[in-house]
């Protein structure tokens, strides 16, 4: 079986819609998934998290950006990884060390998240990945 691991770690819409797209269509493929979800990518992942704005560095792209995703009624990309999770065998792994850094509880996180672990043991299970991606 085909194995992808992607490293989350950007916060903004742009980066993390990708995260839910590409786990989705390797879910659909039948491909093992497992994302490492750090920093803003963790952030991202909070029940109260705002919705993930479009990058600064599009500059007046990004607001035509945010529009056209609106308008063609885009899911998140929480919906998307749920949708993937649905799919297939797709894992959700919080980073230890950004989770205690930020002082988050499990509680904290939305629902697809499938356990909190240190960055040893996510490049222990994700070291026989067919596709590699930090995102």
């Given at each position: 079986?085909?194995?992808?691991?992607?490293i989350?770690?950007?916060?903004?819409?742009?980066?993390?819609?990708?995260?839910?797209?590409?786990?989705?269509?390797?879910?659909?493929?039948?491909?093992?998934?497992?994302?490492?979800?750090t920093?803003?990518?963790?952030?991202?992942?909070?029940?109260?998290?705002?919705?993930?704005?479009?990058?600064?560095?599009?500059?007046?792209?990004?607001e035509?950006?945010?529009?056209?995703?609106?308008?063609?009624?885009?899911?998140?990309?929480?919906?998307?990884?749920?949708?993937?999770?649905?799919i297939?065998?797709?894992?959700i792994?919080?980073?230890?060390?950004?989770?205690?850094?930020?002082?988050?509880?499990?509680?904290?996180?939305?629902?697809i998240?499938?356990?909190?672990?240190?960055?040893?043991?996510?490049?222990?299970?994700?070291?026989?990945?067919?596709?590699?991606?930090?995102?």
């Amino acid at each position: 079986m085909t194995k992808i691991s992607i490293i989350m770690f950007s916060g903004t819409a742009d980066k993390l819609m990708p995260v839910g797209v590409l786990a989705s269509a390797a879910a659909g493929l039948g491909y093992e998934v497992e994302i490492f979800a750090t920093f803003w990518g963790l952030l991202a992942l909070k029940k109260d998290a705002p919705q993930p704005d479009v990058s600064k560095d599009y500059g007046p792209m990004a607001e035509m950006f945010k529009k056209i995703m609106q308008e063609k009624n885009m899911p998140s990309f929480i919906d998307l990884l749920r949708q993937a999770k649905e799919i297939g065998n797709v894992k959700i792994y919080a980073c230890a060390q950004t989770f205690d850094m930020m002082g988050l509880k499990k509680e904290d996180l939305v629902d697809i998240v499938d356990d909190v672990i240190g960055a040893m043991e996510y490049l222990e299970k994700s070291k026989d990945a067919d596709i590699n991606l930090f995102i």
